[in-house]
């Protein structure tokens, strides 16, 4: 009998649960859609509790589905979870109910704390310690913001009840008991995107803590992303134990197979996310790329690092175009639409909603389209969205071919938006080189698995997994010539620097 691995793949806006065999074949899944809440232009919310029932109800619904194909819950090994990142929640360790709603990794609210921050004289310890930029992606800025704006926050933290966690360490906590038993864990991914925590040591480092202000009493312990973590408390998967926790796009560099350094995934879902592993000596941009934590794959393993280059709005925007203008009927209908016209019409379209990520930094920046005349239509609108997350991958690619000093070949793609030929293919042609789309897609919940798999025997070791996801894989050959190539993103940087300056913020 084979054995089989879960993944909770909990993100932006959905959650799910999927089950996979030692073969990495999908063998049944459920998703749900998560709920997402505007309070106030810029602001992004989820409520805790509807991301964790989600995501009981995901494991439920896959379960019924793996049983009904004949199989045991007994003969499910482990679990693993992956998250979105750097969202924040803060809950009372007493009740373990959640003091606040969870603020999103893509709100802005804090955007003034983030300037104020940057004035300081030692900010520069920051980028240092951490090898992130001040930037309010990232949860120490959020958590700042909820100790200085939330009552119910503040007094909590006179009588040390606060808890954070990012979204892995609330689903922990509360899959292994909550306020009875539950464990307070997060993994090196997760953590390497608080700024809280040092990149090279792999402590919650004090200089940090003290310079956003946040008690250390509310940290999370720190465990590698493969080693056990407690297990289910209740439910079906009562008893089965957690052994691994991961960022979810570290866990798709893991699902790809990038182990090795030199080895590249993006990840085109709410946001585009590209990770380059740099081996085990992380590697400092000078080009407007972050460092972060790739994956340790057990306690004594070695660490591995990447150079990473974040995309605020990818997937989003095609939800734009459905919910927002009713464009569209549904997501896919974009690479239906685009396919129709051989280029955008002149359109570019900066999807600067909340900002604009690397390498820009321009928290300035706001959603514009330029280019617009009487002969444009919705087909064009719908290229230029495309062309959009290809344009701001092609800046990306740029910085990392000039840190890590030997440029990609090949790109390694998932997550929905790759799911389009159209996409991939003027992804293919505005980069300029391969891009490489296995034909199981699920590779973020699949990396997850295969950490947690290797934490409890299922796989000896990354050696062992050679055959896993190796079959089918799509290949997109640049067809654009570099002239065309060079004079449209010439053309985009153009429409990028029209995007700043739309807000108070000043540069």
């Not at 200085?148 to 009588?159: G, I, P, R």
């Not at 090795?260 to 085990?280: P, Q």
């Not at 390498?359 to 087909?379: E, H, I, Q």
Request: glycine residues 8%; contains cysteine.
């Amino acid at each position: 009998m084979p054995d089989f691995i879960g993944a909770v793949d909990q993100g932006t806006t959905s959650s799910r649960f999927l089950i996979f065999d030692n073969k990495g074949s999908l063998i049944a899944q459920h998703q749900i859609e998560l709920d997402q809440f505007y309070p106030k232009p810029g602001w992004v919310e989820h409520d805790p509790y509807k991301i964790l029932g989600s995501v009981t109800t995901c494991m439920e619904k896959t379960l019924e589905k793996f049983e009904s194909l004949g199989h045991s819950v007994s003969d499910i090994k482990a679990i693993g979870i992956t998250n979105q990142r750097e969202t924040t929640i803060l809950w009372d360790r007493v009740t373990g109910k959640p003091l606040h709603n969870a603020i999103v990794w893509s709100d802005v609210r804090t955007d003034t704390m983030v300037h104020a921050f940057q004035q300081r004289p030692e900010h520069t310890l920051v980028a240092e310690k951490c090898g992130l930029a001040i930037a309010s992606y990232f949860s120490a800025i959020k958590i700042a913001w909820l100790l200085e704006n939330v009552v119910e926050v503040q007094e909590a933290v006179k009588e040390d009840r606060v808890a954070f966690g990012t979204v892995d360490s609330w689903l922990l906590y509360n899959l292994t008991g909550a306020q009875n038993g539950g464990v307070h864990f997060t993994d090196v991914t997760n953590a390497s995107r608080t700024l809280l925590m040092n990149l090279t040591l792999l402590t919650w480092d004090n200089d940090l803590l003290d310079f956003f202000g946040i008690p250390s009493s509310i940290m999370p312990t720190l465990a590698s992303s493969s080693e056990y973590y407690g297990s289910v408390a209740q439910g079906p998967l009562k008893g089965v134990p957690i052994t691994s926790c991961m960022g979810d796009q570290q866990a798709a560099l893991l699902g790809q197979k990038c182990f090795d350094k030199g080895e590249a995934k993006s990840t085109f879902g709410t946001g585009a996310f590209m990770l380059f592993n740099t081996g085990t000596q992380p590697v400092k941009s000078s080009h407007g790329l972050i460092t972060t934590v790739a994956f340790q794959l057990g306690k004594e393993s070695s660490v591995h690092y990447a150079l990473e280059g974040s995309v605020a709005v990818a997937g989003s925007s095609l939800r734009w175009l459905r919910d927002n203008l009713r464009l569209i009927k549904s997501m896919e209908e974009v690479g239906e639409l685009a396919s129709k016209v051989k280029d955008t019409g002149g359109v570019y379209f900066v999807t600067a909603f909340s900002g604009l990520f690397a390498p820009y930094w321009r928290d300035d920046a706001r959603g514009t389209m330029v280019g617009l005349t009487s002969y444009t239509n919705k087909c064009h609108l719908a290229r230029a969205t495309l062309e959009a997350m290809s344009f701001q991958t092609k800046a990306i690619l740029e910085s990392m071919n000039k840190d890590a000093t030997v440029p990609l070949k090949v790109l390694k793609v998932d997550g929905g938006v790759s799911n389009s030929d159209v996409a991939m293919q003027i992804q293919a042609d505005l980069l300029g080189i391969e891009v490489h789309r296995p034909s199981m897609r699920e590779t973020t919940a699949l990396g997850v698995a295969i950490a947690a798999g290797l934490a409890v025997g299922v796989w000896e070791g990354t050696h062992a997994l050679e055959d896993v996801n190796a079959k089918g894989v799509t290949v997109f050959r640049p067809e654009m010539s570099d002239e065309k190539r060079r004079e449209s993103y010439d053309e985009w940087q153009k429409a990028v620097k029209i995007s700043y300056n739309w807000t108070s913020v000043e540069y």
